[in-house]
Structures are given as structure tokens and as C-alpha cells.
């Protein structure tokens, strides 16, 4: 018990740390890329309530927090999820940034989906991915280096169970393109 807690523990501070670092860095950048790429949107209201051109604190703040709330919620995702995986880091690693960013990127834009309508959908799309991908893709290297898993070999059960999560993940974040494009 001592170990999962550490594990969940070194997760979520992984998570926090890379989900500020490179997911609220990202998320600011890429943010910026999106007005810039449709000036017009200026001073438009977003889902969030941000309004579109402006640089500000307060704003910046926002896309950081989401940022550490959601690097927490992948760090602790992993840890907890990662029996679930094929062993091996990279494998791990490829796997969960791909569930991770069809997930994330279906619940962003079902959650954010009148954006879509004045913001350019594929370079949002585009954006989305890279900053999630490479907000995820760290964090299973991270927790295996600082609290690595025990070794073990998944059964029939645990791979149908991976699998049917992954496809789960894949349908989520198809189908969060088709909306993204209907709007």
C-alpha cells in the first residue's frame, strides 16, 4: 500500500510540474498562434470567458492552472493506470500519449465547442494535440524514473480491458473532430 500511495504521490507531482512547465507554456503559445492565425476574433468571448487578442494576467494565470489541474489528473492517471499497460517504458510512453490525447482532446472541445465556430478548427485541432501529446509524453518517463512500476506480465483480461480503453479513447477523440467540424 506504502508504494501504489508513493507512486500516486510522485504522479501527481510529476503531473503538476510538467503540466505547468510544458502544458501552460504551450497552452499561452498556442493560444497567441490561434488569434494571430485570425485576427477578426479580436475581442470575441470565448467558452471560458477569455476574450480573444488579449494578453492578460488574469488570462495567463487561467491557462497555467488548467495546465497544473490537468498535469495532476495525468500524472495520477498514469500511475494508477500504468499496470493496465504493456510493460516496457517506451511502449508505456507511446500508449498512454495516445490514449491521453484523444481523450483530452475530445473533452476540450465538447467543452469549449462554440469556439469552433469563430476559431480556425483545424489549426485548434492541430494545437490541441501538440500541447497535450507533448504535455503527456513526459510524464510516464518521469514517474518510471522517479517511482518505477513492478515488473509483471498482463493477463488476457488486462489487455482486453487496455485495449477496449484505447479504442474507447480513440472514438472520444474522433468523434470530438466531427463536432469540432459540425459547429
Request: glycine share 14%; no cysteine.
Amino acid at each position: 500500500m506504502r508504494w501504489w500511495l508513493r507512486s500516486v504521490a510522485i504522479g501527481a507531482a510529476v503531473g503538476f510540474a510538467v503540466g505547468v512547465v510544458v502544458g501552460g507554456t504551450l497552452g499561452r503559445v498556442f493560444m497567441r498562434l490561434v488569434f494571430l492565425a485570425r485576427e477578426d476574433t479580436r475581442g470575441l468571448e470565448t467558452a471560458m470567458g477569455a476574450i480573444v487578442g488579449e494578453f492578460t494576467g488574469p488570462g495567463t494565470a487561467a491557462i497555467y492552472a488548467f495546465g497544473a489541474i490537468a498535469g495532476v489528473a495525468l500524472g495520477v492517471a498514469y500511475a494508477v493506470g500504468r499496470t493496465l499497460l504493456p510493460a516496457g517504458t517506451r511502449v508505456r510512453t507511446i500508449f498512454f500519449t495516445l490514449g491521453t490525447t484523444a481523450f483530452m482532446l475530445g473533452q476540450i472541445v465538447r467543452g469549449n465547442r462554440e469556439d469552433f465556430s469563430i476559431l480556425p478548427v483545424t489549426l485548434s485541432l492541430i494545437l490541441i494535440v501538440g500541447s497535450v501529446a507533448l504535455t503527456a509524453a513526459p510524464v510516464p518517463l518521469l514517474v518510471e524514473r522517479l517511482a518505477p512500476d513492478r515488473e509483471r506480465n498482463l493477463g488476457r483480461v488486462a489487455q482486453g480491458v487496455a485495449a477496449l480503453g484505447m479504442i474507447g479513447f480513440a472514438v472520444f477523440g474522433v468523434t470530438g473532430i466531427l463536432i469540432a467540424y459540425a459547429v
